[in-house]
């Protein structure tokens, strides 16, 4: 059995920076709480966070963030939300424990990280993909080169099962629902029946639906949810 503790949307800010117009409430307190409700579970072997580790994506809140998912009791696995800039956050975040990684293997299950960001992102001019300066506001979009990959790896690997992890959660409700989106990704579920499920976070709020006969988890925020 693998355990795995998600957490989504911390939003760390600078000291004192209020976060969501002033509507944000403690990601540290949050964290706190996050930690004393894991310590009266099993251990996890594991935690991955599905983005949005900072709220404007500056190298200070990285550097915060970095010590306070230190305080975890497992590795940490990280992806990029639509408020974290790729830049700051790979140069800042790593450390011992603390990883941004693509892909884990754990016994027969291959863990994919997946880029759900592709509407905040352009080419430049050396061909590196690069944050545009709107990518907070971006809505989400699964890449043909991200598809492309996911399809490579799925194809390529003996784990009997696989899992998405990702930002922009398919499937979402109201505001948040994006049918281009959920279009895309379930058109890969349906080539992959290996993979087993999806989870993301992004709309800060705890929600189980489905994609294409699959279980779809959502993780609600550490903060304003």
Do not use: K
């Not at 915060?64 to 990280?78: E, I, K």
């Amino acid at each position: 059995m693998i355990r795995v503790t998600q957490l989504s949307d911390p939003h760390f800010s600078a000291a004192g920076a209020p976060t969501h117009g002033g509507h944000g409430y403690d990601a540290h307190a949050s964290l706190d709480a996050a930690l004393e409700a894991m310590a009266t579970l099993a251990r996890p072997d594991l935690v991955i966070l599905t983005g949005d580790v900072a709220d404007r994506g500056q190298p200070s809140e990285y550097a915060m963030a970095s010590r306070q998912l230190g305080r975890l009791p497992a590795p940490v696995h990280v992806l990029a939300g639509n408020h974290d800039y790729v830049v700051p956050m790979q140069a800042v975040l790593p450390s011992a424990g603390i990883a941004l990684s693509r892909t884990l293997r754990c016994d027969n299950w291959l863990f994919l990280l997946v880029d759900s960001n592709g509407a905040g992102r352009v080419r430049d001019g050396t061909g590196r993909q690069v944050d545009t300066p709107e990518r907070y506001a971006a809505r989400p979009r699964l890449d043909p080169a991200e598809e492309a990959w996911i399809d490579d790896l799925v194809g390529c690997t003996d784990a009997d099962h696989v899992f998405l992890w990702m930002h922009h959660a398919p499937g979402m409700p109201g505001v948040f629902a994006d049918p281009d989106h959920d279009r895309r990704l379930a058109a890969v579920l349906e080539r992959h029946p290996t993979i087993r499920g999806v989870a993301g976070g992004h709309v800060h709020t705890e929600l189980v639906t489905q994609l294409a006969g699959r279980p779809i988890f959502v993780c609600p925020s550490l903060t304003v949810n």
